[in-house]
């Protein structure tokens, strides 16, 4: 079993940024991939970014791409988020995932059925 403990959100002004980790333990999990996911009240989980084990992988939403990045400390068993120049529309829980033995295509990393493992969770709330 993988338990992943998501921490680093709060209360940012638009244009502010904040790093989200993700500690993992019970198990390395230097060969899973990892992805972090959302979800704003009334809206469905969507997909933020994903990493591959080596960390020289990633994907991201059109939505994140150019102020959000994704990357990896497999020594520490840790994820991170770098957020930039956050937007009230970017104000949602945002959950960190793992799954090990998945091909790394944009359609699997995307979906959250894919990963078996979660975190419970940290808020981002971006004030205007």
């Known amino acids: 079993q993988v338990h992943l403990v998501e921490s680093g959100g709060g209360l940012v002004q638009a244009g502010g940024s904040l790093r989200l980790s993700c500690a993992a333990s019970?198990?390395?999990?230097?060969?899973?991939?990892f992805g972090w996911f959302r979800q704003a009240p009334g809206k469905e989980r969507e997909f933020v970014t994903a990493?591959?084990?080596?960390?020289?992988?990633?994907y991201y939403a059109d939505s994140v791409k150019g102020r959000f990045t994704i990357s990896r400390d497999n020594a520490k068993n840790t994820v991170y988020l770098q957020m930039n120049a956050l937007k009230p529309e970017d104000t949602a829980v945002y959950y960190c995932?793992?799954?090990?033995?998945?091909?790394?295509?944009?359609?699997?990393?995307?979906?959250?059925?894919?990963?078996?493992?979660w975190g419970q969770g940290t808020q981002v709330t971006v004030s205007s």
């Open positions: 995932a793992a799954e090990d033995y998945i091909g790394f295509t944009i359609e699997v990393v995307t979906t959250p059925k894919t990963y078996d493992y």
């Open positions: 019970g198990r390395t999990v230097s060969t899973y991939v």
């Open positions: 990493i591959n084990w080596s960390g020289y992988g990633t």
